[in-house]
C-alpha cells in the first residue's frame, strides 16, 4: 500500500523551486499555478499547509520560495 506523501511547507518550496528553475513556471505567477504539477488528489494537502502557514493561493510563486541566495554573485 503506498503511503501519501507529506507535502509540509519545505516540500512545496523544493518543489517550486524545481519547477521554476525547469522554467516550467515563473516565479511571478500565482501559487494556484503550482496545481497543474501536484496531483489533483493531493492538491487538498498541499493547500492547507499553504493556508496553515499563512500563504494565499493568489500569492506569488517569489512570494513562497522566499530570498534565494546565488553562488555566483
Known amino acids: 500500500m503506498l503511503q501519501s506523501l507529506r507535502y509540509t511547507i519545505d516540500v512545496i ?3 517550486a523551486r524545481q ?3 525547469k522554467g516550467a513556471v515563473s516565479r511571478q ?6 496545481c497543474r504539477y501536484i ?4 492538491w487538498a494537502l498541499v493547500e492547507g499547509e499553504l493556508e496553515a502557514e499563512g500563504y494565499l493561493l493568489r500569492d506569488r510563486i517569489s ?11
Open 13 to 15: 518550496r523544493d518543489e
Open 63 to 73: 512570494d513562497l520560495m522566499g530570498r534565494e541566495d546565488w553562488e555566483n554573485d
Open 19 to 21: 519547477l521554476v528553475q
Open 39 to 42: 496531483p489533483a488528489r493531493e
Open 29 to 34: 505567477q500565482p501559487i494556484y499555478t503550482l
